[in-house]
């Protein structure tokens, strides 16, 4: 499983557990886990397009911004990412280009489980460890 949700921090959070191969399956995976914490991500289209350009000063802070654009996206959109596509993803300077594919929320149509409110830096990590890219981020619900 690319991503883990677990509430071992306290009621008002939820902890993401990420690993990828490289970073853009990190980052991607991170994007849907954000997704399945509120709803049910196989009930959701691919009928929308967003495109997402960031930089950041280094990769946490990045992978930071993202799930915090993707945050963003959810409270001003009403939108949830199902694909990611990456344009470009520099890892030296820092920046990413990417296409979400995804759906826009309809309490008619998808059953949310909670609102994520924001990304905190409470136990925030990512890390290589033998080849492997490795993050955890705690969700304030």
Request: contains cysteine; glycine residues 4%; negative net charge.
């Given at each position: 499983?690319p991503f883990e949700?677990?509430?071992e ?5 939820v ?7 490289d970073?853009k399956e990190l980052?991607a995976?991170a994007a849907i886990?954000?997704?399945?914490v509120?709803?049910e991500a ?5 009928n ?6 960031l930089?950041?000063?280094?990769l946490?802070?990045?992978l930071?911004?993202?799930l915090?654009e993707?945050?963003y996206?959810k409270d001003?959109?009403?939108f949830?990412?199902?694909?990611v596509?990456?344009k470009?993803f520099?890892?030296?300077s820092?920046?990413i280009?990417?296409?979400?594919k995804?759906?826009?929320l309809d309490?008619s149509?998808?059953s ?15 890390t ?6 490795i993050?955890?981020?705690?969700l304030d619900?």
């Amino acid at each position: 499983m690319p991503f883990e949700i677990t509430d071992e921090s306290s009621s008002g959070d939820v902890k993401l557990r990420l690993s990828g191969l490289d970073l853009k399956e990190l980052f991607a995976d991170a994007a849907i886990g954000v997704t399945s914490v509120m709803t049910e991500a196989g009930a959701l289209g691919a009928n929308r397009r967003i495109d997402v350009e960031l930089n950041s000063d280094s990769l946490e802070d990045l992978l930071f911004d993202w799930l915090g654009e993707i945050i963003y996206l959810k409270d001003a959109e009403q939108f949830l990412p199902t694909e990611v596509h990456f344009k470009k993803f520099e890892e030296d300077s820092c920046r990413i280009s990417a296409v979400l594919k995804g759906d826009t929320l309809d309490s008619s149509r998808h059953s949310i489980k909670v609102d994520i409110k924001a990304v905190t830096y409470y136990e925030f990590n990512l890390t290589k460890k033998n080849d492997k890219w490795i993050a955890e981020a705690v969700l304030d619900l």
